[in-house]
C-alpha cells in the first residue's frame, strides 16, 4: 500500500482536528500511508492582488506547497483536509486506480464530492448507491461506479488523488494563478479546469470519504457568514454524506436536526419533503 503518497493539511494552531485525524488514521491502520502537512496560515497571510480572504488564499496556497512537497516521490498524491472522514476502502480503491491505469485516462480522482439537490439526480444516485453497498469488503474500484466530471463538476475538496503524471501540470496551474493573485478558490478554480478542459477528473461512488459534520458544526458556529449560510452548507455536506459507504445514518439526521434547530418546519415544505421521500423509494412507480 505504498504506491501512492498521503498527506493531510492542517493548521499549526488546530490541534485538535490533528488529534483527531491522527485517531482516525490509527483506528483504520494507515498511519504508514498518511503524514501531516502545515497548513499556510491565513491570519498570517498578506493576500496580495488577490479579491479572496486571506484564508482563502492560504487555503489554495496550502493545496499548492503540499502537492508541491510530494512532487519528488514520483508518486500519485492523495491530499486530504484535516476534517476529512476516510473509510477502511480508501487505499485499495487508490490502488486499483493505479494499477488499472486509471490515472493514464484522468489526472485528478475525487473520492467524493458535492450531491446536486435535484430530485432526479438524487434518484439516480440512491439507486445506484443501493447497488453497490452491502458488497464484500473491501470494496474494490471494480465495485464502484466511475462518475466523469468532465460535463459536471460537483467536487469537493476533502479528499483528491492527483495522479503520478498530473503532478506537474496541476501545479503549474496552481502556481500560476497564485502568482496572478486567485480570483475565486482553489475548489472553484479546479473545477473551472476541468470543465474548461485543463485537466480530466472523476470521481468514485459511493464515495469512500466523507466530511467529519462535527467539524463542520463547530466551524458553522464561528465563520464569519450570516445563520441562513452556514445552514446552507451544513446541508449540503449533509446530502453528501448521506453517500458515503459509511454513513450512520442516525448520526447524520441528529446533526442535521440541531444544525436547523432555529428553522421552525413550513408545513407545505414538510408534505413536499415527506412527497420526495417516497419518490425517492423503490416504490414509487414513476409517471
Known amino acids: 500500500m505504498s504506491a501512492f503518497c498521503g498527506l493531510y493539511i ?5 490541534l485538535d482536528r490533528r ?7 490509527k483506528a483504520l491502520a494507515f498511519e504508514n500511508l498518511y503524514s501531516r502537512f502545515p497548513a499556510v496560515d491565513g491570519t498570517t497571510l498578506d493576500p496580495g492582488t488577490s479579491r479572496l480572504k486571506s484564508s482563502e488564499v492560504a487555503i489554495f496556497r496550502s493545496h499548492h506547497d503540499a502537492l ?3 512532487k519528488g516521490t514520483g508518486l500519485c498524491v ?9 473509510s477502511e476502502h480508501v487505499p485499495f480503491v487508490i490502488q486499483d486506480a493505479i494499477e488499472t491505469k486509471l490515472f493514464d485516462r484522468f489526472d485528478l ?4 464530492m458535492m450531491v446536486p439537490c435535484h430530485v432526479e439526480s438524487l434518484k439516480a444516485l440512491r439507486t445506484e448507491f443501493d447497488k453497490r ?18 460535463k459536471k463538476f460537483y467536487g469537493s475538496f476533502a479528499s483528491y488523488v492527483v495522479g503520478a503524471n498530473a503532478v506537474e501540470r496541476v ?17 472553484i478554480f479546479i473545477q473551472q479546469q476541468v470543465l474548461g478542459g485543463a485537466l480530466r477528473a472523476a470521481c468514485v461512488f459511493p464515495f469512500v470519504t466523507s466530511t467529519r459534520l462535527d467539524h463542520m458544526l463547530a466551524s458553522t458556529r464561528t465563520a464569519a457568514k450570516s445563520d441562513d449560510e452556514q445552514a446552507s452548507l451544513f ?14 445514518v442516525d448520526y447524520t439526521k441528529n446533526a442535521l436536526e440541531e444544525a436547523l434547530a432555529g428553522y421552525p418546519p413550513d408545513p407545505r415544505n414538510a408534505v413536499m419533503a415527506q412527497v420526495m421521500g417516497f419518490v425517492l423509494s423503490k416504490r414509487f412507480v414513476g409517471t
Do not use: I, W
Request: hydrophobic residues 45%; charged residues 25%.
Open 10 to 14: 492542517n493548521l499549526d494552531r488546530s
Open 109 to 112: 480522482l475525487f473520492t467524493d
Open 235 to 248: 446541508a449540503m455536506a449533509v446530502l453528501q454524506s448521506l453517500f458515503f459507504v459509511d454513513c450512520d
Open 19 to 25: 488529534e483527531a485525524m491522527e485517531r482516525q488514521l
Open 171 to 187: 501545479l503549474s496551474l496552481y502556481a500560476a494563478e497564485l502568482e496572478r493573485g486567485p480570483n475565486v478558490p482553489v475548489d
Open 68 to 70: 508541491s512537497q510530494a
Open 78 to 86: 492523495h491530499l486530504l483536509e484535516d476534517d476529512a472522514l476516510l
Open 133 to 150: 453497498v452491502g458488497s464484500a469488503k473491501p470494496l474494490r474500484l471494480s465495485q464502484l461506479t466511475l462518475l466523469d466530471l468532465g
